[in-house]
């Protein structure tokens, strides 16, 4: 975390700059996606139109970011790939707090996490400034539940540094890399680790949180 990290709500050009940071990532420097797929530099796909995206930068540089998609009539992009059923899950064999969250909760309090990105060699740092963001979207719109098909860096990163992410799913591979279905419950993100305090200060989240 960088003194001069500011953590906003993506607009405008910032959002096309996050996918352009995702080509270059994705498709250049990962070889995940075939870059002819997308001849103007943008990694984009048919769910950015009901995403959020969250974005990170370090003075003018954006360093992290990620795309926060909401439940429409395409569902969520990867809940049938993954084979988990929201529909299901309340008789599933996973965390039992887990599995009475979503047995509980309407589709509209859960997005899915995807574009989960960073700055390669630092990207441990900006995990927690990610998770910042996502905790205070989450709060300030009433999102009770965050999915994810997380690659397994990701995934084992997340543990090391105390989020709780919880696997949901077998593991597969998908888009480059073999990745675990996850849920991460909005309530239970605040970390009782020495990042606490940082992670509850609101100085630098940049513009309006809130709907």
């Known amino acids: 975390m960088c003194n001069d990290v500011i953590i906003r709500i993506a607009k405008g050009g910032e959002i096309q700059d996050f996918k352009k940071f995702l080509?270059?990532?994705?498709?250049?420097?990962?070889?995940?996606?075939?870059?002819?797929?997308?001849?103007?530099?943008?990694?984009?796909?048919?769910?950015?139109?009901?995403?959020?995206?969250?974005v990170v930068y370090s003075g003018?540089?954006?360093?992290s970011g990620v795309r926060l998609v909401a439940d429409s009539e395409k569902g969520f992009p990867h809940e049938h790939v993954s084979m988990v059923s929201f529909t299901n899950m309340g008789n599933a064999n996973i965390d039992p707090k887990i599995r009475n969250a979503v047995k509980t909760a309407d589709r509209s309090k859960i997005m899915e996490i995807t574009r989960c990105i960073a700055e390669t060699k630092a990207r441990r740092v900006y995990m927690n400034d990610?998770?910042?963001?996502?905790?205070?979207f989450g709060v300030s719109n009433s999102i009770e539940i965050y999915f994810m098909?997380?690659?397994?860096?990701?995934?084992?990163?997340?543990?090391?540094?105390?989020?709780?992410?919880?696997?949901?799913?077998?593991?597969?591979?998908?888009?480059?890399?073999?990745?675990?279905?996850?849920?991460?419950?909005?309530a239970d993100m605040i970390p009782k680790n020495d990042i606490r305090q940082y992670f509850l200060d609101k100085s630098n989240l940049v513009g309006k949180w809130g709907k």
């Not at 003018?60 to 360093?63: D, F, M």
């Not at 990610?130 to 205070?136: D, F, I, S």
């Open 130 to 136: 990610l998770m910042k963001a996502m905790y205070w």
């Open 149 to 186: 098909v997380a690659d397994v860096k990701t995934f084992l990163l997340c543990h090391k540094l105390g989020f709780p992410v919880m696997p949901v799913g077998i593991p597969f591979f998908c888009e480059g890399s073999w990745t675990i279905p996850a849920i991460m419950l909005v």
């Open 60 to 63: 003018h540089q954006l360093i």
């Open 23 to 54: 080509f270059k990532t994705y498709c250049l420097d990962l070889g995940w996606h075939d870059p002819a797929k997308f001849p103007k530099g943008i990694f984009t796909d048919e769910y950015d139109e009901v995403s959020v995206f969250l």
